[in-house]
């Protein structure tokens, strides 16, 4: 059984930084892409960034671009999301998703079959 589990989540004002994680078991981790996905209240849930464990390939929504950073530690099948100079607008629950993908991640991978996630983190952005 594929088991996500994020923390890091937080209140940080604006400006600020926060690093959330994603710790990942039940799976072999190199098969995988791991995803962020975030949804405020009353909006539509948004694919923020997505890694690939295979290649290292990365890819970010345009609204983090320069911001976010996303990595992976195989060795401890990880994934973690640096945010910096955070808005309030990232203000949202933030949850990390598991899809069985080898290969480079391009645009439209948040239409891929993410069929485990974990139990999502808040995170609060103050101006």
């Known amino acids: 059984e594929v088991q996500l589990v994020e923390s890091g989540g937080g209140l940080v004002q604006a400006g600020g930084s926060l690093r959330l994680s994603c710790a990942a078991s039940?799976?072999?981790?190199?098969?995988?892409?791991i995803g962020w996905f975030r949804q405020a209240p009353g909006k539509e849930r948004e694919g923020v960034s997505c890694i690939s464990s295979s290649d290292g390939s990365t890819y970010y929504v345009d609204s983090v671009k320069g911001r976010f950073i996303i990595s992976s530690d195989n060795a401890k099948n990880t994934v973690y999301l640096q945010m910096n100079s955070l808005k309030p607008e990232d203000t949202a629950v933030y949850y990390c998703?598991?899809?069985?993908?080898?290969?480079?991640?391009?645009?439209?991978?948040?239409?891929?079959?993410?069929?485990?996630w974990g139990q999502g983190t808040q995170v609060t952005v103050s101006s």
């Open positions: 998703a598991a899809t069985k993908y080898k290969g480079t991640v391009v645009a439209g991978w948040n239409y891929l079959g993410f069929y485990d």
């Open positions: 039940g799976l072999t981790f190199d098969d995988y892409a």
